[in-house]
Nanobody, 122 residues
Framework: QVQLVESGGGLVQAGGSLRLSCTVS?????MGWFRQAPGKEREFVAA????????WYADFAKGRLTISRDNAKNTVYLQMNSLKPEDTAVYYC??????????????????WGQGTQVTVSS
């Protein structure tokens, strides 16, 4: 069973930074970060492949958010800079054990963390 544990959320002022962490119990093929704001659908943020570290980003994330991984620690990070109030959401990490067609599609990820709240005040 693949288990994911997230940490690092919190309250931050606009313009500030946070780093989210997601530790997974076993290596998988790809890890993704998604977020869901109240009343909105879950949306893709970024994804990374364990091998070679290939990354994918949502357009809104490019230049402000960075996904990275530490293979030795089985941990994926999401560094978030220049945060905006509209970044407020519950952030989830997700894992998939095999290659897939579209890593921005949350439906292809069978394993999920519990979520961590990020609140950005104006």
């Amino acid at each position: 069973q693949v288990q994911l544990v997230e940490s690092g959320g919190g309250l931050v002022q606009a313009g500030g930074s946070l780093r989210l962490s997601c530790t997974v119990s076993v290596h998988t093929y790809v890890m993704g970060w998604f977020r869901q704001a109240p009343g909105k659908e879950r949306e893709f943020v970024a994804a990374i492949r364990w091998i070679a570290g290939y990354t994918w980003y949502a357009d809104f994330a490019k230049g402000r958010l960075t996904i990275s991984r530490d293979n030795a620690k089985n941990t994926v990070y999401l560094q978030m800079n220049s945060l905006k109030p509209e970044d407020t959401a519950v952030y989830y990490c997700a894992a998939r054990s095999t290659a897939g067609p579209n890593y921005s599609d949350y439906e292809i990820y069978p394993y999920w963390g519990q979520g961590t709240q990020v609140t950005v005040s104006s």
